[in-house]
């Protein structure tokens, strides 16, 4: 699982020449929204030069959509040994996934990479997205785990997030549903777009864990460190974890099943959340 997803504009070779000493879990080079029409062909070209030099960190490619005359020569010029795969923005349907995976394959076997190697993140950032997230969840082997588009989102319905982005919590809700009942890693929020507001990071990326996503899309460095601070279990949670699973195990052996610790009952749900925690710990 991956907490931080950090989006690199493909064209500024200041960024990219940084890129080495980011400790962003997931590195998304960007070749859609923040590179202008005139830089797409030279943005190609530093991404990939990029890609071949970074085998450290696991490396993205935000290509522009299938319906741009862009996103076949994007998949022709980034594929390189070290990319693990392509961020797939306005994804509406399974059709959507099924073309791309195709064209993937193709540019495997052009290129000699291992067949199914490069995934797929699917960006839901439209209403159809939405309505359609299970059948797209489910088209291909090869997506990773979703991410939400929650800017796109709001200016495809017309509506801004609400107070506390309640306006957003039935389409985050429908990712996090449908990406368990298809048995994938859970999906990636959207970007906070002040990268300067710290606490208004940290309310959404707490609400994020909550709803059950796996990590947040980021425009800025600086939103590093507080994404992984609240990814990230706290030393207060491991303890309870390692409490819960040591008196659990206690009470098992004694032929007993559930049991109170600290005022609290503790039966087996309980036990698998603390083991998880722990997972998360370890990773």
């Given at each position: 699982?991956?907490?931080?997803?950090?989006?690199?504009?493909?064209?500024?070779?200041?960024?990219?020449?940084?890129?080495?000493?980011?400790?962003?879990?997931?590195?998304i080079y960007d070749l859609e929204d923040a590179v202008p029409v005139n830089e797409k062909v030279i943005a190609r070209q530093k991404v990939k030069e990029a890609i071949?030099?970074?085998?450290?960190?696991?490396?993205?490619?935000?290509?522009?959509?299938?319906?741009?005359?862009?996103?076949?020569?994007?998949?022709?010029?980034?594929?390189?040994?070290?990319?693990?795969?392509?961020?797939?923005?306005?994804?509406?349907?399974?059709?959507?996934i099924i073309i791309a995976a195709y064209l993937l394959g193709q540019m495997e076997e052009k290129y000699g990479l291992e067949q199914g190697s490069l995934a797929i993140?699917?960006?839901?950032?439209?209403?159809?997205?939405?309505?359609?997230?299970?059948?797209?969840?489910?088209?291909?082997?090869?997506?990773?785990?979703?991410?939400?588009?929650?800017?796109?989102?709001?200016?495809?319905?017309?509506?801004?997030?609400?107070?506390?982005?309640?306006?957003?919590?039935?389409?985050?809700?429908?990712?996090?549903?449908?990406?368990?009942?298809?048995?994938?890693?859970?999906?990636?929020?959207?970007?906070?777009?002040?990268?300067?507001?710290?606490?208004?990071?940290?309310?959404?990326?707490?609400?994020?864990?909550?709803?059950?996503?796996?990590?947040?899309?980021?425009?800025?460095p600086k939103q590093i460190a507080p994404v992984h601070h609240a990814f990230s279990p706290t030393r207060e949670q491991v303890k309870e974890a390692e409490k819960i699973?040591?008196?659990?195990?206690?009470?098992?052996?004694?032929?007993?099943?559930?049991?109170?610790?600290?005022?609290?009952?503790?039966?087996?749900?309980?036990?698998?959340?603390?083991?998880?925690?722990?997972?998360?710990?370890?990773?």
């Amino acid at each position: 699982m991956y907490r931080s997803w950090l989006f690199v504009p493909g064209n500024q070779e200041k960024n990219l020449n940084k890129v080495k000493d980011l400790q962003a879990d997931v590195i998304i080079y960007d070749l859609e929204d923040a590179v202008p029409v005139n830089e797409k062909v030279i943005a190609r070209q530093k991404v990939k030069e990029a890609i071949c030099k970074i085998s450290h960190q696991v490396n993205f490619v935000r290509v522009n959509d299938l319906t741009t005359p862009y996103f076949i020569e994007d998949l022709d010029g980034i594929i390189a040994e070290n990319l693990s795969g392509i961020v797939l923005p306005k994804v509406n349907n399974q059709h959507d996934i099924i073309i791309a995976a195709y064209l993937l394959g193709q540019m495997e076997e052009k290129y000699g990479l291992e067949q199914g190697s490069l995934a797929i993140v699917p960006l839901i950032e439209t209403a159809s997205g939405i309505q359609n997230v299970q059948e797209i969840v489910c088209a291909s082997n090869r997506i990773l785990c979703l991410c939400f588009g929650a800017e796109d989102f709001m200016l495809d319905l017309h509506i801004d997030a609400g107070e506390m982005g309640e306006n957003l919590m039935y389409a985050r809700t429908q990712l996090v549903i449908a990406s368990k009942a298809a048995g994938k890693e859970p999906p990636v929020d959207s970007v906070f777009v002040d990268f300067k507001d710290e606490a208004g990071l940290e309310k959404e990326t707490e609400r994020a864990k909550c709803a059950g996503f796996q990590g947040k899309l980021l425009i800025h460095p600086k939103q590093i460190a507080p994404v992984h601070h609240a990814f990230s279990p706290t030393r207060e949670q491991v303890k309870e974890a390692e409490k819960i699973i040591a008196l659990y195990g206690e009470s098992l052996k004694n032929g007993k099943g559930a049991l109170e610790i600290d005022g609290k009952m503790i039966d087996a749900p309980v036990v698998e959340r603390a083991r998880k925690v722990l997972s998360h710990a370890d990773m």
